[in-house]
């Protein structure tokens, strides 16, 4: 059985005062952990805050369920790149998982298909659980090419760290038409490309495949979350927006259970 992940990407918000109050909100609604399914059923639950404000998330998260990453990361370990951040940095933050190919990183900051397939080899290297970012724009998906685009983003990856790279990483699924747009994908729609890319990976590994975890990232919010992740091959959500209101992404968390 896949363990249920939700992740909170706050992107470029936040601030001292915020983030203590956001946390302090989703640790205390957190509860018992107990699940009368079962613990392996209790869903993972990571944030990506700021770099800025990493030590800060670190101090405040130490000893709580609520793991943390990094919203990006350098493909080199180190040298003259200034305004980067490498894996090891990370690392030294407590950071559990890392971003990689998010939706606004390819489009906005220039993001290839081989560099982010460079930064998946970087961070699995590290140690790091990648949650590798995977989508289409709304062109793409009108011109009917959804599993074109998807599949070549799988295959950068697949190409630099192979199969055996998915073992410890996370897809998330983000239809780049649904993202700060108030649209979302139908749970049909989602769960139709949660399945593709599952199927496509299953073809070099099934192991591999059955176990990994594959969120939506589409505007999950507390309305759509329950039907979403009810879904077969749906694992849980990547969260923008809804992450930086507590009782909302604790409503998103239990919908994932």
């Not at 896949?2 to 992740?7: M, Q």
């Not at 990370?90 to 390819?106: A, I, M, P, Q």
């Not at 994908?185 to 495949?209: C, F, M, N, S, Y």
């Not at 975890?213 to 077969?232: C, K």
């Amino acid at each position: 059985m896949r363990t249920p992940l939700v992740a909170g990407n706050w992107k470029m918000h936040g601030s001292l005062t915020s983030i203590q109050e956001l946390l302090g909100g989703i640790i205390g609604g957190l509860g018992d952990p107990g699940n009368e399914n079962g613990p392996e059923t209790v869903p993972e639950i990571v944030v990506f805050p700021p770099f800025p404000y990493l030590q800060n998330v670190s101090e405040l998260l130490a000893g709580t369920r609520v793991s943390w990453g990094g919203q990006d990361l350098s493909e080199y370990p180190s040298g003259a790149h200034t305004g980067e951040v490498a894996a090891g940095m990370l690392k030294d933050f407590g950071c559990s998982h890392v971003l990689v190919g998010h939706s606004e990183r390819r489009a906005l900051y220039g993001d290839t298909d081989a560099r982010v397939a460079a930064k998946f080899q970087a961070a699995v290297g590290a140690g790091l659980i990648p949650v590798l970012c995977v989508g289409e724009t709304l062109t793409e998906r009108e011109q009917g090419i959804t599993e074109d685009v998807v599949g070549r983003q799988l295959d950068a990856v697949l190409d630099v760290a192979g199969i055996e790279g998915f073992g410890r990483a996370v897809v998330a699924y983000e239809p780049v038409w649904a993202i700060g747009t108030g649209l979302t994908a139908t749970p049909e729609q989602a769960q139709a490309v949660h399945a593709w890319i599952r199927g496509k990976l299953e073809a070099t590994d099934a192991t591999i495949a059955s176990c990994l975890r594959v969120l939506y990232g589409g505007s999950v919010n507390a309305s759509n979350a329950a039907e979403l992740f009810s879904m077969t091959d749906i694992d849980g959500g990547l969260v923008g927006g809804a992450s930086l209101q507590a009782e909302e992404f604790l409503e998103i968390y239990e919908a994932a259970a």
